[in-house]
């Protein structure tokens, strides 16, 4: 049986010694599709806090360390990665995004790796430039919002571009040594299990180190909340969430790191799906699935 996956705690373990803990960060940034550059109101899934919830508050020292005290105390951890997280974490210009990386890379000498999330269309050759120098530091890697492959399902859902742009930019990233996660979202509306499926053919023609993976989440203040309400969105049942993400680390290639198979939204701010925040029983059916259907031996997804 083939194992496709690489947990990311494996991968940190091997290259860390342990695991890391990622301090997530508000950088202050916004998005070209909320600012009018490309669009306005972001995506139809996004919230007003840009997927970036768990945050501290405060300016980048105090988000940072405030993330250390907590990760010590609570996840008696010891090594952490600084990852920007909140909408587009590259779209500065390039001396401030210098400023802002070196400020959170540099606070504590056990901050091990700088991990940034961003759209493709936020990216280019001066900052990629930016991201390789931290590499003299530490681990390096950046997060694109891909989400599915399919631009007209992407339109639906106010992306603001194509998604030439996301095999334009890992080539980019790859030329310059930057590793790439790529994320994508599962149960957008018109999506079947065969757009999956080409979501997860297309990335397996890209030299991607990793994935995230999640579904569709319904948020208050999101332009989907109010598909959601009219009756014009039905979310994905769990049975279709797991078979979908078996069929998509079954035609990844083997060894990718696998950063997330479930989400984690705001249960204040959740609609739906419910079934979402049963996070243990979402892991061990994704987990037997995997294993019944012989698509992965040494499956780690089960949690006791």
């Not at 590259?90 to 759209?119: M, Q």
């Not at 989440?217 to 039905?234: A, I, P, Q």
Request: hydrophobic content about 35%.
């Amino acid at each position: 049986m083939k194992k496709p996956y690489y947990s990311v705690k494996e991968f940190f373990i091997d290259n860390f010694n342990e695991p890391l803990y990622k301090l997530p960060i508000d950088g202050g940034f916004t998005c070209p599709n909320r600012d009018g550059l490309k669009g306005y109101g972001g995506c139809a899934f996004c919230n007003e806090k840009g997927a970036g919830e768990h945050a501290f508050n405060g300016d980048i020292l105090t988000q940072v360390k405030s993330g250390i005290e907590f990760a010590k105390n609570n996840k008696k951890a010891n090594k952490f990665a600084v990852y920007f997280q909140n909408f587009s974490s590259t779209y500065k210009s390039a001396n401030e995004l210098e400023k802002l990386y070196e400020t959170a890379f540099f606070a504590d000498e056990n901050i091990k790796a700088l991990a940034v999330a961003t759209r493709p269309d936020c990216i280019d050759e001066e900052k990629v430039k930016i991201l390789k120098k931290f590499k003299t530091k530490g681990y390096v890697w950046c997060e694109l919002g891909l989400q599915t492959s399919n631009d007209d399902i992407a339109k639906r859902y106010n992306r603001c571009y194509e998604t030439a742009e996301f095999t334009k930019t890992v080539k980019l990233l790859n030329d310059n040594g930057i590793d790439v996660v790529a994320h994508i979202i599962v149960g957008l509306n018109g999506e079947d299990m065969s757009e999956v499926i080409n979501t997860a053919s297309f990335l397996a023609n890209h030299n991607i180190k990793g994935v995230k993976i999640h579904s569709l989440f319904v948020l208050k203040g999101t332009k989907l909340e109010k598909e959601y309400l009219s009756g014009n969105y039905k979310p994905i049942s769990r049975e279709f969430y797991i078979k979908a993400v078996a069929e998509i680390l079954s035609r990844l290639p083997e060894k990718i790191v696998v950063h997330r198979i479930t989400g984690d939204g705001e249960k204040e701010n959740l609609l739906a799906p419910i079934w979402t925040t049963e996070k243990k029983k979402n892991l061990n059916a994704i987990h037997n699935y995997m294993i019944n259907n012989g698509i992965t031996a040494g499956c780690k997804f089960k949690v006791e």
